[in-house]
DNA sequence: ATTATCTATAGATCTATAGATAATGC
DNA sequence: ATTATCTATAGATCTATAGATAATGC
């Protein structure tokens, strides 16, 4: 039907913007290339203009939802140091608040793809790798002189991933609730100490 | 091709015990009803007299997944306490060792289902919700006395469950046991404080 | 005679491709 | 003329069903 070469990369960019929501709420193997197009605003005929195949999609999606979800948790691309430092109560607040738990296309997607990407290519366990590298050294820099040293990073990184995971998959919303408050306040706790 | 109700019993049995693996290894969605039956060494026409759809077989599977993993990492079925109660040093040992990490097909259920349990359906999410009941009263019990109070059980748990997803999906043999290690000695001296 | 499993197949869905369509951009 | 998207479809796969087959168990 016609379009300019702007519109193309917006709609290239929208496609993949799609796509990372979309994996985030539901996983890598649930996603349909005709599904997609459709919420993209597209016929599915059209897509592989865009992309060589499904899963080199999929592979730039994770890496999409990776980024984006990053920088909007105060850790910049790629293990590069967000401006925007937060501190680490603040991280652990909105990292562990409701809202993301109740957000999983626009939350962390650490959290959000942690088993998928497992069950993955190599390529999408390389880009998820470089991304938690970047939130433990964010960790580290920010848990600067707590006593546990070494560990905390890790502890701290897996409690919140294990609290988010766990508040959704859990069907009681008050014990759902006590994830993220105990492990909020548990995390708080080791990183004064 | 003519089989006995005990056979059919064992061959039911079977299926079940086959599906909970492979849903742990692969995933929910990944599972096909006729590959499902061909490692069972069944035929898929044979399906439908064993479980009125797929879905109704992924509840079962679910169920099974958790009992068998439940009762393997010293926590019993369904919330009550095990018999042969292990102590905190060992269930922490054992949940955050290589060996549970790279088979996640014998392992913890709720560790190799979360993602996909919370994009499930209520009578999945209902079932993981009991078992995650029933390792937190374990935990409960196993961290009397120490410092964190109320907090501790569920930052242990979440600990445990994030640090073997993130252990999992990693792509770095090194990162992956520092996960693995330094979680396992976070939470030890948590539970020492 | 009953029934657990097998063979065959219908209907739906999904990835990928081929050719048509209609605006862009030289 | 080029090209971004659309329409139509091929080929594969998946859930579920129907009828055939061959032991079981009264």
Known sequence: MGTSQADKVANHERIIDTAATMIRRDGLTSLSVSNLMQRAGLTHGGFYRHFASRDALITQAVDGAL???ASSYGIAKRGIPSKTSRSLGEIIEKYLSPTHRDDPGTGCAIAALATDVARGTEDTRT???QHVRGYLGRLSAAL???DGGDDD???TLAAMVGAVVLARAVN???L???FLSHTARGLRRIARS
């Open 176 to 178: 759902s609730d006590e």
């Open 172 to 174: 009681d919303t008050a």
């Open 144 to 146: 600067e002189g707590s």
């Open 153 to 155: 990073p890790y502890l």
């Open 67 to 69: 980024d984006r979800s």
């Open 127 to 129: 880009a998820y790798t």
